[in-house]
Each structure stands twice: as structure tokens, then as C-alpha cells.
DNA sequence: AGCACGCCGACT
DNA sequence: GTCGGCGTGCTC
């Protein structure tokens, strides 16, 4: 038998399989969607089966080495679905089938040289012998990294057959093991066992009395410390047949030990029943559909998708939730632990490569039905899907901003239709491209305009910083928000500060000749770390120490614009310094479970403001909070980004909604300095409707999505010429093959013109209906391919861009 | 990706 | 005359 694999090597002259015999022993086991390990030139590498058949394309076959896999790490869906992504992303197939696993499952590669058969060390020349002290194969980096100009000596000893050079395979990480020991008879036999056992193994008997009562195991070190004894103890008792010990793969379960409150379905508000009816009915009816949840800030989302996975469970089948991974909260996965318990598993990037491994072995091996988790959970490996959910449906988080450039929300309507499953797209202000299929009828809407608790939308502010300027107040509060920050204080209830943490990044700017420390290799300004006490780049990670003059003036007023709420924090510190306050940005969120520390102090109460950037813009719900103040929100409108408004719509929305929804009624300031803009004012409005159809006008006339579909060719040289000419010449190659009424823009320079020492242009292709393009750019890439291999130029191809960089 | 094979300049 | 530069093409 053959198996069709496709290796491990992201290139498009291997991106097809390659054939290889499966060996006698391993015919009855090997399956399509196991990782394999096969001998790949002179080298092992890893791959996936893709099929098995009988008769191969090729004539001299190698044998594939290792089933590395017991049982497919991709179902049959997933492997069709790989096909699918690939073509619809233009990504190579071994990219889109690493992106549906676990990081853990990927392999690593080691090079190594060792001394042949029958060779003697004394062969080596004393240099190279002095490398194998103690140990029979030395790493290829080692040499590498300390004494490179040793390489070539080391390749001659190859070449003469003293020295081979061997390629190793591993995992990334080590499946945690743990051995566990069994009683292996019958516990009257082990009595009998038990008693002929001579009277000086005093050990023994200690043990095999308490192991024979536990037909579950004990796990053999903790046996160990409970007597005492030793591993040879345990050995003994295995080789008299009295137990058995077995290497058991161990769960690191990242909520061990938490309590889970049970919670009870709530009882549904008449508009939450009305929306959920026709979602339930697709589900008992295995009918594909796509709804749109549009429900505002306080509409009980959650509580209709927990009914809805509910009536899924019921019919045994299987439910996948994605959330942002920014509200992926402690709070949010407590609402399903809370509903399902441990048939849910939960992926997110807080969890160590281990963690997710595990979680999704439990997905795998059938022992969670629902999985709530970030963009990637996507690709979760049930077989018997009933439903997928996508909260803040709108979340640019869902887009993959590296290849495969998938959108999350694309590849679960593909997997619902295979499935023959709904899926639910929820939002408080859906994307305009998912609202506009709604209206079209592809998507069925439902709105839940109420909140459940019948308040109110919070009153909204907005306050004209200008004018505060003008007035003489150069402080970042505005009169009224200081005013209520200090009613609030006085009354004992909270408030949340937000900051929009872009434009107020912190880079450095000398005052005097207004110099700002930039990346030698990228055009983007330094951000100070205050760890450290360096300058560092966010693309390549160039880092320098943070001067004490300006490098261009020797000026000593070079200071840093800090990290937006640091500031924010000193201020309210001298302005109102019996407030308690937290801070909640990357620096103080960084370590590991210090976002759910600092959400549960303030909580709990014990702080009166809460001060952050969008990271506390979702889903936080605290009775107590009564004022939410937004301390600029017009700093993302003027990013270079079709979407600005939209954005800025969206997230003022949703800080809007962190206010008063509970007993206490909110309120709410809108701090900015282009007041009169729609997003901004639509937003104070919690006017959904009207923004959309003003931002649609703005977008047909723009010709921007969703009128129309949107392409991004990314290019990028060392030389600023060549790919100035690479680009040009791709451009033309389109616009020879397009439709007239494709629009092709540029090439123009990326917003970010440069990363490390690499030139970047780009084209975008806005179109309706060019249902020939993933052909027309694969033959580019093809055509352009000598150039990218000769002159190392950089094509990157993003066929449904979000952003413009 | 990594490696071997292959064709043109400065060296024992 | 050879060692070695990296351009080209292949890996079942």
C-alpha cells in the first residue's frame, strides 16, 4: 500500500504529495491524517498522510518510517477542509493543515554528526576529537554558534566517511507522562500473593496490600512517598506478575482544582425566545444556516447561545464558541464551566503549548462536546458538529494576519455547511459586511434590541476637548469627567477610564528638535520598555539602551511619551489622590493570571477606578460601575484604514456598554477632538442603524468593502528599486488580465514602508466579480517565482484583506 | 528548506 | 592543474 503525503516544508515545489510505501507492519494502523515521519533526501522530516492507495505515480518508492500518531490528528473533514483553505488563501497545503493542530504536535529538526561505524575517535583530527568529550553526536548548531570555522573540517570527515551526519525528528513538546501501577490479578489471588511473599520484602507487602484494593491505579510516585519505598520495590512486584505500571499521558489542566459554581439556564426575555426559536429549529433540524445575532451591549447574548449549544448537547451532537481572544476572560469561560462543567474544553493563547495540547486531546478523544476558544478553535476536531458560535462576530482578531490569512468566520460557514450545522455570529455592532448580508437575506437577522434588565442605555457625554483647551484646561480630564470622577468617589460606586492605547504609544521625542527614536530597520518608531530600560522595536526586536541626551541635538529633554494609562495614572495620583485605582495594559497584564487578578480585586471592590486600554473593553459586567469616561476617542479614527470609522464606532459602543447595567444607573464621556464626526456621535446615540447606512453610503462611494471585494499583493526587497520594479511590473501583469471594471491601485508604499531592512509596496485589487482571480494570482506567483527565488523578492497575497499593512 | 550537482575564478 | 564560489533543480 502507498501512502500520499504532504511533507513539512512550506515551499511551492513540494506542495503536492509525495508517495511513499507503508511497510507490512504498519498497513493494518495507518490511516489518512496521521503525521508520519518519512526519509526525505538525506533527510527525516515530518508529514500528513493524505490518502492511502494502491499503486503509486512513481517508480522507486521509499518505505515511510513511523507512524507518529495512533490515531489521525485530522479527521477526514479537517483534511478536506485544509484543501479548501489552501485554495481560498493561496497558502500551501502544509500550511493550512499546521495551522488546524496544536503548536505541540509540530515537529523540530536537529542536525547532528556522530563517528561512523567501525570508526576510532584516534581517526579525528585532535581539534574534533575534542568535541566528542564525553558524548557521540555533537549538535550542527553547536559548531555553528561557537566555532563555525571548525565546519569545514567536520564536513571533510563526512565526505570521508569518518563522520555522518544524522537528521533527528522531534516533537515540540514532550507529551507529559506519568506512570501509574495497577494490580494485575484478582485481589484473592493477590492475597494469596500477598502472603508468599518472603517475610524480609517488608516493602512489597506495604505496597501490594494498598495497591490491591485500587482497580483506578495510583500513581507510582505518589506510591512511593506513601511508604517510602522505591522504584525497585514496584519493580519486584511487576516482575511477580502482582501489578503493572503503565506510562500514562497526563492532562495539565489549567483549571485543576477550580470550583465551578453550577449555574441554571435563565429565563429568557420574549425577544431572547423569538431570537433563539429558528437557531434551535436549525439545529434539530441539521440544516445549515447563518444567523446574525445582533443583540445590544446587555441583550443576554450569551444566555441565548448557552441554550442554543444546550439544545445541541441534547441531541448528542457537538458545539465549537469563539470569542475574542481579548474577552476571553476568566469571567466568560466561568459562564460555560459554570453551565457545562468539564464537557467543556478552553483554548486560548494564555495557556502554555502543553495546556492547549491538552485541551484539544480532549476535544480529540471525545470527551468534551463544546469548546470555547480564540480565532484558531476553528478548526476544533469534532466529528459530529452541531453548531458554531462567533461572539463579536465583528473582532478583527478572527483574521489571521500571517499565513494561511484566513478569517474565522469564513472557515465556519464553510465547516457549518459541511456540516450541515448553523452557525451564529453574534454582535452588539456587527461588521458592516456581515450586517449587509443579513439585509440581503444570506444571513438571518435577529435583533434583541432591550436589555434584560429593561434599563436603559447609559446617558452619554460628549465633551469637545478643544474647547476644554481653550478654556484653559490642559489637563486630560475634562471638567465634567473630573467633576463625576469625584461624585463617584464620594458616593462609593466605580468607574472605568479608557484609553485608546494607539496614538498614545510610547515612543521617545526629544522636545527640543523634535526627534523620535526610530527602528534602523523598520520605519516605525521605538517603544520604551520599561523593563529594561531599553528602546525596541515591535517588528524585528531591535533593542538599544534608552538615551540619556537626544542622539541628534545632545539635547537632555528627550523623554518618552509613556505608556498612555502610566500617564493617565500619575495624573489621577496628584489630582485625586484618595482614589484607589487600577491599571490594566500590557505591562501590568503580562505576567500570568494577572488579568483575572486585577479584574477580581476591583470586583470586589477594593478599588474605586479602573483605568485600561482595550483590553477592558468587553465583557466586563460589575454592579458598581456607574461612569465610564473615554479619554480620547478619536485616536484610531485617523489611522490610514478604510475601517477607521467603523472601528471607532465599534469600540466606543462597546465601552459605552460597561456602564450601568445593573441596579445603578450609567453614564457616560466621550472625550475627543473631532466631535462632530458620525462614528463618534452615532455611538453617544447607541444608534446602530443610522451608522451603518451612513458609513454603506461612504463606502459605495469609496468603492470599499462590502461593495466591494478587497485583495492586498504585498511586496518586499532589501533594494527600494527592485521592488518598486517587482511591484510595477505585477500590477501591470493584473491589470493585462482583469476585468475593466477591476479597480487596481498602485503600487504604492505599505503604510509601513519598511521592516527589517526589507522594502515593502503593495497593490490592491477592489472588485465584484472576478471569479477567475485566485487562478489569474497563482499564475502571477508562478510567473514572478524565479524572480522571488534570484532576487529574493517577498510576495505576499491576502485575498480578503482587514488591514492595510 | 536543505542538499547535491555543476560550471567559472584564485590558489597549493 | 584543483578548491570552492553560489546558480539550478530535486526530494517519493
Known amino acids: 500500500m502507498i501512502a500520499k503525503v504532504i511533507v513539512d516544508i512550506p515551499a511551492s515545489n513540494v506542495n503536492k504529495t509525495f508517495d511513499y510505501l507503508i511497510p507490512k507492519t504498519l498497513e493494518a494502523s495507518a490511516q489518512p491524517g496521521m503525521r508520519v515521519a518519512v526519509p526525505f533526501g538525506p533527510r527525516k522530516l515530518q508529514g500528513f498522510i493524505l490518502s492511502i492507495t494502491k499503486d503509486a505515480t512513481v517508480s522507486k518508492l521509499k518505505r515511510l518510517q513511523e507512524l507518529l500518531d495512533p490515531v489521525p490528528v485530522l479527521t477526514s473533514e ?31 529538526y536537529k542536525k547532528e554528526f556522530a563517528l561512523s561505524q567501525e570508526q576510532h575517535l584516534s581517526s579525528l583530527p585532535s581539534q574534533v576529537m575534542r568535541w566528542f568529550n564525553h558524548r557521540t553526536h555533537i549538535p550542527y548548531d553547536e559548531i555553528v554558534t561557537t566555532e563555525p570555522e571548525l565546519l569545514p573540517v567536520f564536513q571533510k570527515l563526512v565526505t570521508a566517511g569518518t563522520l555522518e551526519v544524522i537528521y533527528k525528528m522531534n516533537d515540540k513538546v514532550t507529551k507529559k507522562k506519568i506512570k501509574v501501577v495497577y494490580p494485575n490479578q484478582s485481589v484473592g489471588a493477590l492475597q494469596t500473593l500477598l502472603a508468599a511473599l518472603p517475610p524480609q520484602a517488608l516493602k512489597q507487602k506495604e505496597v501490594l496490600h494498598y495497591v490491591m484494593n485500587e482497580r483506578e ?80 451591549t446587555g441583550s443576554g447574548k450569551t444566555e441565548v447561545y448557552l441554550q442554543t449549544i444546550e439544545a445541541v448537547l441534547q441531541k ?44 484539544w486531546r480532549k476535544i480529540q478523544r471525545k470527551e468534551v462536546s463544546v469548546v470555547v476558544g480564540a480565532r484558531s478553535a476553528v478548526f476544533a476536531p469534532f466529528e ?16 489571521q494576519e500571517e499565513n494561511p490569512r484566513y478569517h474565522a468566520r469564513d472557515v465556519a460557514i464553510h465547516r457549518g455547511l459541511m456540516n450541515h450545522c448553523p452557525v451564529i ?37 460628549i465633551v469637545d476637548m478643544r474647547e476644554e483647551l481653550r478654556n484653559g484646561n490642559r489637563s486630560m480630564f475634562s471638567e465634567d469627567l473630573f467633576a463625576k470622577l469625584q461624585d463617584r468617589l464620594q458616593k462609593g460606586e466605580q468607574s472605568v477610564l479608557f484609553l485608546n492605547r494607539r496614538g498614545y504609544s510610547s515612543f521617545i521625542l526629544c522636545r527640543d528638535c523634535g526627534y523620535v527614536g526610530e527602528c534602523p530597520h523598520c520605519d516605525i518608531s521605538l517603544t520604551y520598555h520599561k523593563k529594561h530600560h531599553t528602546l525596541r522595536c515591535h517588528y524585528c526586536g531591535y533593542a538599544e539602551e534608552m538615551p540619556t541626551n537626544c542622539p541628534s541635538c545632545e539635547s537632555s529633554y528627550i523623554r518618552f511619551f509613556g505608556t498612555g494609562t502610566q500617564k493617565v495614572e500619575e495624573e489621577l495620583a496628584k489630582l485625586l489622590p484618595e482614589a484607589r485605582v487600577i491599571r490594566m495594559d500590557v505591562d501590568t497584564t503580562s505576567r500570568k493570571g494577572s488579568h483575572e487578578k486585577l479584574l477580581s480585586q476591583f470586583g470586589e471592590g477594593k478599588a474605586d477606578i479602573l483605568l485600561g486600554t482595550q483590553m477592558i473593553a468587553k465583557g466586563l459586567d460589575f454592579p458598581k460601575v456607574t461612569l465610564v469616561g473615554v479619554l480620547a476617542a478619536d485616536t484610531m479614527l485617523h489611522l490610514p484604514d478604510f475601517r477607521a470609522s467603523e472601528k471607532t464606532f465599534q469600540l466606543l459602543t462597546q465601552v459605552s456598554g460597561r456602564a450601568g447595567r445593573h441596579e445603578l444607573e450609567g453614564e457616560v464621556v466621550i472625550q475627543s477632538y473631532t466631535v462632530g464626526h458620525y462614528s463618534i456621535e452615532l455611538a453617544s446615540k447607541h444608534d446602530y442603524h443610522t451608522f451603518y447606512k451612513e458609513e454603506m453610503a461612504v463606502r459605495q462611494s469609496h468603492r470599499y468593502p462590502p461593495y466591494y471585494y478587497l485583495t492586498l499583493l504585498s511586496f518586499s526587497h532589501p533594494d527600494v528599486l527592485k521592488v518598486v520594479d517587482a511591484s510595477e511590473k505585477c500590477a501591470g501583469y493584473l491589470r493585462e488580465r482583469l476585468s475593466e471594471r477591476t479597480l487596481i491601485l498602485g503600487p504604492v508604499v505599505s503604510p509601513i514602508a519598511r521592516i527589517k531592512d526589507r522594502y515593502r509596496y503593495q497593490v490592491m485589487i477592489k472588485y465584484k466579480n472576478e471569479p477567475a482571480l485566485s487562478r489569474i494570482i497563482q499564475e502571477l506567483l508562478q510567473h514572478f517565482q524565479p524572480l522571488m527565488d534570484k532576487e529574493g523578492l517577498h510576495i505576499s497575497v491576502d485575498m480578503n484583506a482587514q488591514q492595510m499593512m
Open 78 to 108: 479537517l483534511l478536506s477542509l485544509g484543501q479548501w483553505l489552501s485554495e481560498e488563501t493561496l497558502c500551501f497545503l502544509i500550511t493550512a493543515f499546521q495551522a488546524m493542530i496544536p503548536s505541540a504536535l509540530k515537529a523540530t
Open 217 to 296: 491505579g495510583v500513581v507510582q510516585s505518589d506510591l512511593l512517598t506513601m511508604f517510602d519505598a522505591s522504584r525497585s520495590t514496584v519493580t519486584a512486584l511487576e516482575k511477580k506478575g502482582a501489578v503493572v505500571v503503565i506510562d500514562q499521558e497526563l492532562y495539565r489542566d489549567p483549571f485543576a482544582g477550580r470550583e465551578f459554581k453550577k449555574t441554571t439556564p435563565l429565563t429568557l426575555t420574549a425577544q431572547q425566545e423569538e431570537s433563539m426559536r429558528p437557531m434551535v429549529a436549525a439545529v434539530e433540524e441539521e440544516r445549515h444556516e447563518t444567523f446574525l445575532l445582533h443583540g445590544v
Open 316 to 359: 448528542g451532537k457537538e458545539a465549537i464558541v469563539l470569542v475574542p481572544e481579548i474577552s476571553l476572560t476568566p469571567q466568560m469561560v466561568l459562564r460555560f464551566k459554570g453551565r457545562f462543567g468539564s464537557r467543556v474544553a478552553v483554548m486560548h493563547s494564555g495557556l502554555s503549548a502543553g495546556e492547549k495540547y491538552d485541551e
Open 384 to 399: 459530529n458538529l452541531g453548531l458554531i458560535i462567533i461572539d463579536e462576530e465583528h473582532e478583527s482578531s478572527y483574521k
Open 425 to 461: 455570529l453574534g454582535s452588539a455592532t456587527p461588521s458592516l459586511e456581515t450586517y449587509a448580508r443579513a439585509q440581503k437575506g444570506v444571513y438571518t437577522l435577529c435583533e434583541l434590541l432591550e436589555r434584560v434588565n429593561s434599563r436603559e442605555l447609559p446617558a452619554v457625554e
